[in-house]
């Protein structure tokens, strides 16, 4: 009998440590420093594709900045590590946010970082390889993986919906130039942004709209930047043509450089000629 009280004290004693202990142990699990303590591994870890290094906070400000992130975007950042970029897209900018990573003690990590600021709501991780997982429904994509990657990565990235801003935190996507670079002064780093042109090279029929006016124009794309030559009868050729998304600005080389500003939208361009800073007549340009 003596035996079996002390059993049951002892019992009870252990199960009270337990109960007082969990607490402690969940509590210290969902700060930073207990998040670090319990999933990261070390900066420069190989990964899949990459190493795993963390993004200065103030570059993940940056990116996000220069692509012009709102409560309205859809943010995917592709490996995304301890989760830095998704997080802070979620909790400064009000956006979205999904983090793809191949490592799954970095996507606990990242979680476990997003529990600690509040933002699960917003921000999402998921394990898995980048080139295996649709990410298609970004509106706006950040990298920082690396040129090799960035390049096997950019016939996906063009194959986005036009307009969706791409930023790479250092690394370039070889001849496609960036629309716009951000140089930092944090760690010799700087932010390289793209937006994902609509694909017009073709051949096309433009129309005045309420006239009797057409002109046949050969379009050759080059990522963002359209020029074309004359080549045969009365088609046109065009020069300084520039691609913003659907947003499209050129100049046909008619009997004088004629400056076109318009809009890509499906199989149509609907522009309008423009001199003198104002309207003069308004296309629609069909495939031919």
Not at 60 to 76: E, F
Not at 173 to 192: C, I, K
Request: a negative charge; glycine letters at 8%; aromatic letters at 8%.
């Amino acid at each position: 009998m003596c035996f079996r009280r002390l059993w049951l004290h002892a019992s009870r004693t252990v199960w009270c440590l337990l109960v007082f202990i969990a607490p402690l142990s969940t509590v210290a699990a969902e700060t930073h420093a207990g998040c670090e303590q319990q999933f990261a591994p070390r900066s420069g870890e190989p990964g899949k594709d990459v190493m795993w290094v963390a993004t200065i906070d103030e570059v993940v400000t940056a990116m996000l900045r220069v692509a012009g992130v709102t409560n309205r975007d859809r943010v995917i950042d592709l490996g995304s590590g301890d989760g830095k970029i998704p997080i802070a897209a979620a909790k400064q900018f009000g956006a979205s946010a999904l983090g793809i990573e191949y490592n799954p003690q970095l996507v606990q990590l990242a979680e476990c970082h997003a529990r600690v600021e509040q933002v699960t709501d917003k921000a999402q991780f998921q394990q898995g390889d980048i080139f295996q997982i649709d990410f298609s429904d970004a509106t706006v994509l950040t990298l920082y993986l690396g040129p090799t990657i960035n390049l096997k990565l950019r016939p996906t990235i063009l194959n986005m919906r036009p307009g969706t801003r791409v930023v790479s935190n250092n690394f370039d996507m070889g001849e496609w130039r960036p629309d716009e670079v951000l140089e930092s002064d944090v760690g010799n780093t700087r932010a390289l942004l793209w937006i994902v042109p609509a694909q017009i090279a073709g051949e096309w029929r433009f129309t005045e709209v309420g006239g009797t006016t057409s002109f046949d124009v050969e379009l050759r794309q080059s990522f963002q930047f359209i020029e074309a030559l004359a080549a045969r009868g009365e088609r046109l050729g065009v020069r300084e043509g520039r691609l913003e998304g659907n947003r499209v600005e050129l100049v046909v080389l008619e009997h004088q450089p004629v400056r076109l500003i318009g809009e890509v939208s499906g199989e149509r361009i609907l522009v309008a000629e423009v001199k003198d800073s104002s309207v003069v007549r308004r296309y629609i340009g069909t495939r031919r």
